[in-house]
Nanobody, 124 residues
Framework: QVHVVESGGGSAQTGGSLRLSCNSP????????VAWFRQAPGKEREIVAA????????YVADSVKGRFTISRDNAKNTVYLQMNSLKSEDTAVYYC?????????????????WGQGTQVTVSS
């Protein structure tokens, strides 16, 4: 079963930009918050950014604040992560997750559906 699909990953140079997309069926996406997590080799999965169902509330991790922006287009059942000023430390597999409620969530236990992940590699 495929409920969440990420796309837009790839390689970029330090200082460059990428935009990730997260798409899911309407029945999965509707009325729920969504978040992006990432996991680098040897590190635990960490929250990157999250957004409420209405898009009126967001969370952005300190490590990416000022560089990454999360947004959503509910008509397209899609959430975006715009990543600017990329650093080598941003290299990781990025996962999109759909929460159990309409509010902003940042704990892994708050999410009911997860995508397969998309690789982001930033090189100098």
């Amino acid at each position: 079963q495929v409920h969440v699909v990420e796309s837009g990953g790839g390689s970029a140079q330090t200082g460059g930009s990428l935009r990730l997309s997260c798409n899911s069926p309407r029945r999965t996406f509707s009325n729920n918050g969504v978040a992006w997590f990432r996991q680098a080799p040897g590190k635990e999965r960490e929250i990157v950014a999250a957004i409420s169902w209405k898009g009126d509330s967001t969370y952005v991790a300190d490590s990416v604040k000022g560089r990454f922006t999360i947004s959503r287009d509910n008509a397209k059942n899609t959430v975006y992560l715009q990543m600017n000023s990329l650093k080598s430390e941003d290299t990781a597999v990025y996962y999109c997750a759909v929460a159990r409620s309409s509010t902003v969530a940042t704990r892994a236990s708050s999410f009911q559906y997860w995508g397969q992940g998309t690789q982001v590699t930033v090189s100098s």
